[in-house]
């Protein structure tokens, strides 16, 4: 028959043995804690503090070298917007307006007139 | 320093490590005073040796610190992780050769306050105990020390010691027969009244 664990005579044992544990002391426990703080400082650097207007916003986008970059490709930008709009159009115009901006169909290749007559 | 208050021991083991994982100091000061009481038990009754427990408790709490901004919540229970890690790190040391006290240093007299004859007494249960645990193979007294002492559950049991729960009633079955014939010698209090 399965003995009941409150009937096992080695529970008088084991409850003196729970009752018995001496606790920790204190300059473990004092040890352990400032392991803790010391392994969240460890794997935790301190925050950077935040950076009130351009600079938060300079800091945001990835410091210095990052803004340079973009000022210059915006700077590119800008002048290409103005430069070349002039250049594109008037060349549109005159392919559109003149008789030699279309295409003939001799002009595609040297033999293809031919080609067609030969086929018809 | 003064010691911090458990103020919400409902709070779980597993959310007060989450908060110490993401900076929180207080989180850590309590899962200490919770914790590491029951790692020094645990690794004293593998060990039979204080200094080795409290240097095996130190160093299973210091993994818990390192691992808890990585933490997974749901895998597993804190204090299974732990006795886990605790009783690796005792194996290593018995492994190493390390030479188990003697057994008159397994506790002190009971001294002559009031109830000093049944303190003396469960001192003496306590430290019989201790030295038939000295006895059984390593497996058998983490087995039977996290069952019956610890008061964890065979499923949790087999957890830590990753074997199977019919493994586990094995290990404590065959633990509680050796520590049985181990204190004979007590059988008034092992409950054999005759012969």
Known sequence: MKMAESDDPLERFFE?????????????????????????????????????????????????RAGAGLATAALA????????????????????????????????????GLALLEDG | MTPPHDTDAATPDEALLVAYGNGDPMAAAILTRRLVPRLVAFAGRMLNDRAEAEDVAQEAMLRLWRIAPEWRQGEAKVTSWLYRVAANLCIDRQRRGRRQAPLAAAGDPADGRPGAVAAMTEADRARALQAALGMLPERQRQAVVLRHLEGLSNPEIARIMDIGVEAVESLTARGKRALTAALSGRREELGYEDG
């Open chain 1, 16 to 64: 003196a043995g729970r009752r018995q544990a001496p606790p920790p002391s204190d300059a473990l426990l004092a040890r352990i804690e400032a392991d803790a703080l010391a392994a969240l400082a460890a794997g935790r650097p301190a925050p950077a503090p935040a950076l009130p207007g351009w600079r938060g916003l300079l800091a945001a986008l990835g410091g210095w």
């Open chain 1, 77 to 112: 930008g800008l002048a290409i917007g103005i430069a070349v709009p002039a250049t594109t159009l008037s060349r549109f115009d005159a392919l559109s307006s003149s008789d030699e901006g279309g295409y003939e169909l001799g002009e595609l290749g040297p033999g293809y």
